[in-house]
């Protein structure tokens, strides 16, 4: 049987309608506009789009929006002033800096976003929000995990009991979906690179995540047959003649494990449009945490 196909389209666009919506509350009661900042250092060329489809999405949804754009051989000093500048900014109730930082910068990437205010924090990768999410009280959630579980809750697939396998163990995506995921009673294990005999334990899997950053990484004999599949990866392919800029593909050999799984996300299409929607919905929420 045919892996039911879990889109992401329709939920993305009803979590940005349910963002557009609150924005609006925030304008007529507080006279607040909810504003987004997002510090882009450098110019690899897949940050750029990460970029600009998330200053469209707050176009599209009534919220400010500034990108601050720094060049590669800018100071950590530097940054970090940028940073303390929109945390004291009235217009700007969310910050974001864009990852992996290039250059230098790549090895101070925690020490930078210490500084980012935690209540601004909208990508929910401050310690402080880490540390609230591993305690269970409410803060801001990493976007992407957040949006993988809205998503199994959406689709009706139970959690509560289930075994949950996450492959890859990312301060982005794995670690904040193990603490999502535990917080709907799941039974959560975490796989990475030095996990032996990885097939033997994503085989128990009744939610699978991959998270690895590696093309078509998960097979069909690493599948629970009917295990809800949920793929985070986007990679692209070497060019060929049907893909001249190279495929987009997911970490799950979608084409075979769609036969064995009982749901699966695709890529593109699946969980990618989901961060976006996410990170609106934690942009408006901390709008309505700082003005209410
Ligand atoms: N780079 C890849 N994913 C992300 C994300 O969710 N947030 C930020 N800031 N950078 C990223």
């Known amino acids: 049987m045919t892996a039911r196909i879990l889109s992401g389209k329709a939920f993305a666009q009803a979590l940005k309608d349910d963002a557009r919506a609150r924005a609006g509350r925030l304008a007529h009661e507080h006279h607040v506009t909810p504003g987004l900042a997002v510090v882009l250092v450098g110019a690899d060329a ?152 990885l097939a033997s334990i994503t085989r128990e899997a009744d939610i699978l995540v991959a998270a690895v950053g590696r093309p078509r990484f998960i097979t069909a004999d690493m599948v629970k047959p009917g ?21 987009l593909v997911g970490d799950v050999d979608f084409d075979a494990v769609k036969e064995v799984a009982g749901a699966i996300t695709p890529v593109p299409g699946g969980v990618g449009l989901l961060t976006v929607a996410m990170l609106m919905q934690n942009v408006v929420h901390a709008a309505e945490m700082q003005v209410c």
């Open 46 to 197: 897949a940050s750029q789009v990460y970029v600009r489809n998330k200053d469209k999405a707050c176009a599209e949804i009534g919220l400010y929006s500034e990108v601050v754009r720094m060049p590669e051989g800018i100071s950590k000093q530097e940054l970090i002033k940028t940073i303390e500048a929109l945390n004291a900014s009235e217009k700007i109730h969310g910050i974001l800096v864009q990852l992996p930082l290039p250059g230098k910068l790549h090895a101070h990437e925690t020490e930078i976003l210490d500084h980012i205010d935690p209540a601004k924090d909208v990508d929910g990768f401050h310690p402080v929000n880490m540390g609230k999410l591993v305690l269970g009280i409410p803060g801001l959630t990493p976007c992407t995990p957040a949006g993988c579980v809205r998503m199994l809750e959406h689709a009706g697939i139970p959690m509560d009991g289930k075994r949950a396998v996450i492959v890859g163990r990312s301060n982005i995506v794995g670690k904040p979906m193990l603490h999502l995921l535990l917080a709907k009673n799941a039974t959560v294990t975490i796989c990475h690179s030095h996990t032996q005999d």
């Open 227 to 247: 295990a809800a599949v949920i793929d985070v990866g986007i990679n692209r392919l070497a060019p060929d003649a049907e893909h001249p800029r190279g495929k």
